[in-house]
C-alpha cells in the first residue's frame, strides 16, 4: 500500500493528530485500548491472534506512539468487521424461553419401553398448553390456573376432564415450557459450573452452537442460531423421559379459543379428580 514509512508518516500526518502530550488524551485511549483487549479475551481464539498480531507490529513499528495508537484502533474497528460477532453466551440465546408471552413448537417424547410420541404444542402464558399427537390425534388442553386438563379424541367423539384439587403456588412443574423456563432462571441466577458450552454442530444443514445444563433432576440441552441467538433445538431429560422441542417460534399471535376448555356437543365425557399436592 505504501512504498515506504514515509509515505505511511505522510497519510497519518494529514490526520491532525494533536501530537502533544495531553494527559487525558492519554488516560482515555488507553481505557479504550484496555477495553478492546479484554474483550478479546472473552471471544474467539481467532480474534485473539489478530490482536495479538496487531499489537506486535506497533511495538516494533518506529512511527510515533500517538499515530500508532490511532492506527491500530481503526484496525481493531476493521478486524471486528472481518471476523465477525463473538459466540453468543447462555443468557443470550435462553432469554426468549424468560421473556415469551406465547410460543409454538413441535416436541418429541421418548420414553423407555414405549413408542416415540410427536406434538404440535401451543404455549400461553401463564401456564397453559395445547397439545396436539400426531399418532392418536388427541388434544390435549391444559390450564392449571383453572387446575384443569382436558383431553379430546375427535375420532371416537370422548373426551377426558380431569380436575386437580389443592394445587400447589408453583405449577411450572406441571407445564414442560414452565418448567424448562424454572431451571433456566435457576442456571442463570447460580452461574455455575452446571452451564457447559458444547461447541458447534449441524442442525438440518444449519450451523448451531451449543449449551448443557445439569443439575440434580435437570438436564437441557440447547442448540442455538448464533446469527440470531435464537434456539433451534432444546432437549430436556427428566428420569427416563426425554423431551426434544423443534420448530420453535416466540411470541405468535394465538387465538384464545385454542385454550377453550369446553367441550363441544355430541362427545361422551368422563371426569375425574386428582389430588395435585401429591407427587404422581
Known sequence: MFKDEADFEKVVGRLNIDTEPNPAHRENLRRQMLSVFNQAEQESATRIIVFRTLRNLIMK?????????????????????????????????????????TASFKMTMEVEG???????????????????????????????????????MPAQNKAMIVELENMPEDQSNFNLFSEIRKHIQEAQQTQDESV????????????????HVQKPAVDITVW?????????????TSGPTTYTMTDIVFDVELDESLFNLEIPDGYTVHTMQVDASEPT
Open 61 to 101: 513499528s518506529p512511527i510515533t506512539k500517538i499515530a500508532a495508537a490511532a492506527v491500530i484502533i481503526i484496525a481493531v474497528l476493521i478486524g471486528l468487521n472481518i471476523v465477525g460477532t463473538s459466540t453468543p453466551a447462555f443468557a443470550e440465546i435462553v432469554k426468549p424461553f424468560l421473556t415469551a408471552r
Open 114 to 152: 414405549v413408542p416415540t410420541q410427536t406434538f404440535d404444542c401451543l404455549y400461553a402464558e401463564p401456564v397453559r398448553m395445547r397439545q396436539t399427537n400426531h399418532e392418536q390425534g388427541a388434544i390435549v388442553i391444559s390450564d392449571f390456573q383453572q387446575g384443569k386438563i382436558v383431553t379430546l
Open 196 to 211: 457447559q458450552f458444547l461447541g458447534e454442530k449441524k442442525i438440518n444443514g444449519l450451523t448451531v452452537i451449543g449449551y
Open 224 to 236: 442455538a442460531d448464533p446469527q440470531t441467538k435464537l434456539p433451534v433445538e432444546m432437549t430436556n
